[in-house]
């Protein structure tokens, strides 16, 4: 028997630290809730699209590819940075309440509740989002951001098994209405897995109003080109919100009871505003207004600041109570300060303030869990907080944890774009002959009279969906955001504080194990609560779910890395290094590319 002289020890070489690498470009970089849509938004920034003309093309995509829980006639929040600037801006990107909304409707007719279909429409707001956003920050067309989308559109994109999934759980709501069934239902059953899904209808709707932002465009040059540009997005948006769109709408809610009329939709704009901001160790991280949960982001941050988070030990017993006891500190805020501005006084300053925080984090003991839903801060007062909890029946309505997806996007100017569009398409019709849901983001307001998110007319519901940047001078710009209705801020804490505090790349970041609290009102109807309730995925030490137990969490395991626990989605440009990292989430259909 021969031997030989080297034999090479097979067992050597790294392994990978996730499952996926961390991707890296030094040109651009996206990434987004599916891999189709990431392809899109890549093909604009390769053929000389900003961060602004990706971010809004893979976020139309994503209604398409998505629209189970993405629909092109519901919300789209949306951070940009400005490279040039340095300044980062809010696109709202949220609908409120028809004018005709009355409180009483939902007391006296249906018992306090918000029923499922157009009652809960407020006005569609992605569209303006979408066109404000190239408007103000972007360089190309609708029709040219557009293209792709109306392409899976009218062609067709195999049928995935998340969405084939949410589609055959949710056959029986989708056939309440016929004009849903006839797009999700076709042949009468719920597409399965492997199966061509066209929607020609909503190919037509985007095409129309590429076409009429065609029409308007002249063959101009230079500055004249721009004004070119601007007037044919402003014939886009009016095919949408005043043209054969808007009559389709205004049509069907008139037929089945809805309140959204001809001058609700004319009159409706996005507001663009500031990002608020919070300095986390010199870190600055932003989210849009308090009509949304993105603030709460922020005061988890503040009230952990002050902690050496790092001994506690990644995801050790007291590391996940620590962080559990802040988010439920930073949603009671939620439950009780939040609120559309324009309607609500919120007190802004104090709570994302500093000192405020400390005072939050004063209220945390180590070895204890807290009450399932602490009291709000007195800012200067505080309503008691009612927790309904949750029964099967309330859960059978709908699972809040789906829906939304997320786009990230760094161009080659260091321009960034961040955006969390959303709103399924199984609690709310289909407008015949669109393929559009108008927005059924009303089931996040409470028909509750004093509430600060109570229903009524020209107010905004309190929105999940929220995007977010983070800023380091002269190290890094990063958008980041997730799907996942209340466990957004939750996997967002989670997915920073490993990049900030435990120093893991963007990939390594995202796959980490995650866990949720959902001891707090829902906010979503019907409002409901699981007091105590903590969810932690068994990759987890089994110790540690023991250990929080003893401390009184009520402890739950999702099995392996569960797509409940969001789809977390970054682009990370190191301004040292000029390279762009992508990462993005196992857990759902979610994929980077960059160049």
């Not at 109306?150 to 195999?158: K, P, S």
């Not at 006839?182 to 709707?205: C, E, H, N, W």
């Not at 500190?329 to 609120?339: I, K, P, Q, S, T």
Request: hydrophobic share 40%; proline share 7%.
């Amino acid at each position: 028997m021969s031997t030989t002289p080297y034999a090479p020890d097979l067992t050597a070489g790294s392994a990978p630290t996730s499952m996926r690498p961390a991707l890296a470009g030094l040109n651009h970089m996206i990434s987004a809730g599916h891999y189709l849509a990431t392809q899109v938004g890549m093909d604009i920034l390769q053929a000389g699209g900003n961060a602004v003309d990706a971010g809004v093309a893979a976020g139309i995509a994503l209604g398409v590819v998505q629209s189970d829980i993405v629909n092109f006639g519901g919300v789209a929040p949306i951070l940009v940075y400005q490279a040039q600037t340095g300044k980062v801006w809010s696109i709202s990107g949220l609908g409120y309440w028809p004018k005709a909304t009355r409180l009483e409707t939902f007391l006296e007719k249906h018992g306090g509740t918000i029923p499922a279909g157009v009652l809960r429409t407020v006005i569609p707001a992605a569209p303006d989002a979408w066109i404000t956003a190239l408007e103000r920050f972007g360089t190309m067309s609708f029709g040219e951001v557009a293209a792709g989308a109306i392409r899976l559109a009218r062609e067709g994109f195999v049928m995935y098994p998340l969405m084939a999934e949410v589609l055959a759980e949710n056959a029986r709501n989708y056939a309440r209405w016929p004009s849903s069934a006839a797009v999700y239902l076709p042949g009468g059953k719920p597409p399965a897995a492997g199966d061509i899904f066209r929607q020609t209808d909503l190919a037509a709707s985007i095409q129309y109003m590429a076409d009429e932002e065609r029409a308007q465009q002249g063959s101009r040059q230079g500055a004249q080109q721009n004004d070119s540009r601007l007037a044919g997005l402003a014939a886009a948006r009016r095919a949408f919100y005043q043209g054969d769109i808007a009559a389709a709408i205004v049509k069907y809610h008139k037929e089945e009871g809805g309140l959204v009329t001809h001058e609700d939709l004319r009159d409706f704009s996005v507001e663009v505003d500031p990002a608020l901001a919070t300095d986390f160790r010199g870190t600055r991280v932003h989210s849009c207004g308090f009509w949304c949960q993105g603030p709460s982001l922020l005061q988890m941050l503040n009230i952990l600041e002050p902690r050496d988070l790092h001994a506690l030990g990644h995801n050790s017993a007291p590391y996940v109570h620590l962080l559990t006891e802040a988010i439920k500190l930073a949603f009671a805020d939620r439950e009780v300060h939040y609120g559309d501005p324009r309607h609500t006084s919120v007190p802004q300053d104090a709570l994302l303030s500093k000192e405020y925080a400390r005072a939050r984090l004063a209220m945390i003991d180590p070895h204890r869990a807290g009450p399932d839903m602490p009291a709000a801060g007195q800012l200067p007062f505080a309503r008691a907080i009612d927790l309904r909890q949750a029964g099967p029946d309330d859960m059978a309505r709908t699972d809040p944890r789906l829906d939304t997806s997320y786009v990230a996007v760094v161009d080659k100017h260091g321009n960034a774009f961040s955006a969390t569009p959303s709103d399924g398409s199984y609690n709310i019709p289909v407008i015949p002959g669109t393929g559009i849901c108008a927005s059924g983001r009303g089931s996040q307001s409470w028909a509750e009279a004093g509430h600060p998110c109570a229903v009524g007319p020209g107010r905004r519901p309190r929105l999940t969906p929220n995007p977010s940047l983070a800023i380091r001078p002269g190290q890094y710009v990063m958008p980041f955001g997730t799907p996942g209705g209340d466990v957004q801020c939750q996997a967002m804490l989670q997915t920073f504080l490993n990049m900030e505090v435990f120093g893991m790349d963007v990939q390594q970041a995202i796959e980490a194990p995650r866990f949720a609290t959902f001891s707090f009102p829902s906010s979503f109807e019907p409002h409901n609560a699981m007091p105590g309730r903590l969810m932690i995925e068994n990759l987890v030490d089994p110790a540690v779910g023991d250990a929080l137990t003893a401390m009184g969490h009520t402890v739950k395991w999702w099995q392996d890395r569960s797509w409940r626990a969001g789809a977390m989605c970054a682009v990370r440009h190191d301004l040292t290094t000029g390279v762009r990292w992508g990462g993005a989430d196992p857990r759902r259909p979610a994929y980077a590319a960059g160049w």
